[in-house]
């Protein structure tokens, strides 16, 4: 019979699997006892459902059973099988084939134990068996198959006899090496520990046949064995336990084994609520974002299940795009199990606990911002973008629930502070909460235009985030104080501005000459009121910042909108009497000082000199 070869894809992972000096090998039995899980689900679901299909409570179980002599480990199911097809599609293929493209992302950092925490499933068995079979009979099918694998060489195929829907797993145990012990996965104590470590929580009976021994008939001390069927897992859902009962190390463990993350949760909720609709909810905050997460691939949602039975894997109507990171899973006995997906969107129930779950994310965060700044920044480092998105997406709809969380960098501060806390900082004769746009907090903070603000004590906070501004501009207002650019028109100096403005009307027919020579790339030049030692800067009229101006640019179906710049001359500045004296005898050198000046704000703004060539010959000029 024909081998039939693996995807490439599923090639390297299992050459990684197999050659992996990954020292947890055990968790390929955490993977198999998940998978007949999920299968016997598909069942138990199926059974509700559908009514040609009736099973007994009894009918759902795993059985594991270990041989020493055959150096084999069954893993069986009554689950809901694989067709021909799905064998060869689902153990032939990689199912995530993200989980690869992770590895490789990281594996520079953090070695191959990456492998482990982010779980590759059924491939996993490959750590600790060199032939591996797999005998399935499907719901929908009559006939059963065998899929069987040495490893990379590829994998058979064939018909098989097998009386139960089902499926039924072996492993060949590896022969132990000098540095690996396989044996104990065939040790029937060793098996126990494994399944109470990673699978205490699965609901279906996990059940061993185990050798006991009683006192023999008639006998007062001797003994005889018998062989007895053991339960090896409690079968209580976590989230079903008592909260008191469980520690985090208990969460930790379980938000691993379902593969929400890779590390452990950086925040746990859970909570249980008693009502009109009762529901229990476990989520996770992750400690980073998945390598995915800003993609159009990422897929938000949590596990819904009805009354302990998984009805979906991945329910996205109970997240807001902005809480897309939450990880976990909703348990509700008020919702109908024969419920199909589009009606589920409309359900009144899931409407009601989706707000709800939102809720809880939004004061849990919001606590965690107020107790432990540490993991907040830590959190709003991994997904604080998010929240910003959230905030300009749907023209500013949600910036109420989201303003409170977000955290910039203060000029006065050094760290990341709150609008409440700038707010309450304010001083009485501050009109505006302030802000500075940039690459970095190091850039921005060298920026001519905050030097003014910065002088009066006024605190900045530094927008580095390409969404910053566009978010800042959905809020308008935080507790009825406007935002306000340092760059734009006016500041609110009305001292300072009536002095500029006498300037610029001292100087009118100069600054006019300046801006001619300037044409359409400035609407305006005048005398600064923003400036204190340095000699140029660009501000701007109207709603559209020289920052904004450069993320649109970027975007690919932009208008090449350009944001109205207005040149600023410090006319305290030493370069001013230069300035003055070329208008007054050499017009042509004013010129080239109009470009000059024009082309160095830009520069300080990041923004590309748009004639370099000129720029360098015109500073020739000068040096000449
Ligand atoms: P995942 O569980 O994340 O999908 P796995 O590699 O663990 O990835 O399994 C791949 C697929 O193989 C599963 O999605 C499922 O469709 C199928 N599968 C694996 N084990 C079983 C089983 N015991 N019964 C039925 N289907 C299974
Ligand atoms: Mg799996």
């Known amino acids: 019979m024909a081998t039939k070869q693996f995807k490439a894809e599923s090639k390297r992972l299992l050459d990684l699997m197999i050659n992996s000096i990954y020292t947890n090998k055990e968790i390929f039995l ?24 009736s099973f007994n409570k009894e009918d759902f179980y795993i059985r ?56 590759v499933g059924f491939y996993s068995s490959f750590m600790v068996s060199d032939l591996v079979t797999v005998k399935s009979k499907s719901i929908n099918s009559e006939e059963s198959y065998k899929w069987e694998s040495k490893g990379v ?18 492993l060949k145990i590896k022969e132990n090496t000098e540095d690996e012990n396989y044996d104990e996965f065939l040790d029937e104590y060793k098996i126990k520990a494994l399944i109470k470590k990673y699978s205490d929580f699965i609901k279906y009976p996990i059940k061993m046949l185990v050798k006991k021994s009683k006192l023999k008939e008639g006998s007062d001390k001797e003994y005889e064995d018998y062989f007895e069927d053991e339960v090896l897992n409690s079968m209580v859902p976590i989230w079903r336990k008592n909260k008191n009962e469980l520690k985090q190390e208990d969460y930790d463990q379980f938000y691993m084994d379902k593969h929400f993350g890779f ?83 409309h359900d009144r129930q899931l409407k009601f606990i989706a707000k709800k779950i939102k809720d809880k994310i939004k004061s849990e965060l919001l606590l965690m911002l107020k107790n432990d700044r540490e993991k907040y920044e830590q959190f709003f480092e991994s997904f604080g973008k998010q929240l910003k998105y959230g905030v300009y997406s749907d023209y500013g709809a949600n910036k109420e629930v989201l303003q409170d969380l977000l955290i910039f960098y203060s000029s006065t501060e050094k760290k990341l502070v709150s609008l409440d806390e700038y707010v309450t900082r304010m001083k009485e004769e501050q009109k505006y909460i302030y802000y500075a746009a940039g690459e970095s907090i190091e850039k921005i903070d060298k920026l001519p235009q905050t030097e003014m603000v910065k002088d009066k004590g006024f605190e900045i906070l530094y927008f580095t985030d390409d969404v910053d501004e566009f978010a800042i501009k959905m809020i308008m207002k935080y507790k009825e104080k406007e935002f306000k650019s340092v760059s734009s028109k006016d500041l609110g100096f009305e001292a300072d501005e009536k002095e500029s403005k006498k300037e610029t009307e001292e100087n009118k027919e100069l600054f006019d000459f300046m801006k001619e020579a300037l044409g359409d790339k400035v609407k305006e030049v005048k005398a600064s009121s923003r400036l204190k030692t ?70 300080i703004e990041g923004l590309p000199v748009e004639d370099p060539v000129q720029f360098a010959n015109d500073v020739c000029k000068l040096i000449k």
Do not use: W
Request: aromatic share 8%; net charge negative.
């Open 30 to 53: 955490r993977e198999l006892i998940s998978n007949a899980s999920d299968a016997i689900d598909k069942s138990y679901y199926r059974s509700l459902v559908d009514e040609n299909v």
């Open 64 to 119: 594991i059973s270990a041989d020493k002599e055959k150096r084999t480990l069954t893993i069986t199911d009554t689950g809901i099988g694989m067709t021909k097809d799905e064998l060869e599609n689902n153990l032939g293929t990689i199912a995530k084939s993200g989980s690869l493209a992770f590895k490789n992302e990281n594996e520079a950092k953090d070695g191959v134990d990456i492998i482990g925490q982010f779980g």
């Open 153 to 170: 060489e590829g994998y058979e195929i064939e018909l098989t006899e097998k009386a139960e829907v089902g499926t039924e797993i072996t």
């Open 263 to 345: 590390e452990k949760p950086l925040k746990t909720i859970h909570s249980s609520v008693e009502g009109l609709t009762s529901y229990t909810t476990l989520l996770f905050v992750p400690a980073r974002a998945p390598y995915d997460f800003y993609t159009k691939e990422f897929q938000k949602g949590l596990e819904l299940y009805s009354n302990g039975v998984l009805i979906m894997e991945k329910c996205a109507d109970l997240l807001p795009d902005y809480f897309s990171f939450a990880q976990g899973l909703v348990d509700s006995a008020d919702l109908s199990l024969n419920i199909s997906r589009e009606l589920l969107q």
């Open 534 to 603: 340095h000699p140029v800067c660009l501000s701007n009229d109207g709603e559209l910042s020289i920052e904004m101006e450069k993320v649109l640019s970027m975007m690919p179906d932009n208008n090449n909108v350009k944001a109205d710049k207005i040149l600023e001359v410090n006319t305290n500045h030493e370069m001013f009497t230069a300035i003055k004296e070329a208008f007054a005898n050499d017009k042509d050198k004013l010129k080239m000082y109009a470009n000059l000046l024009y082309n160095q704000a830009l520069l």
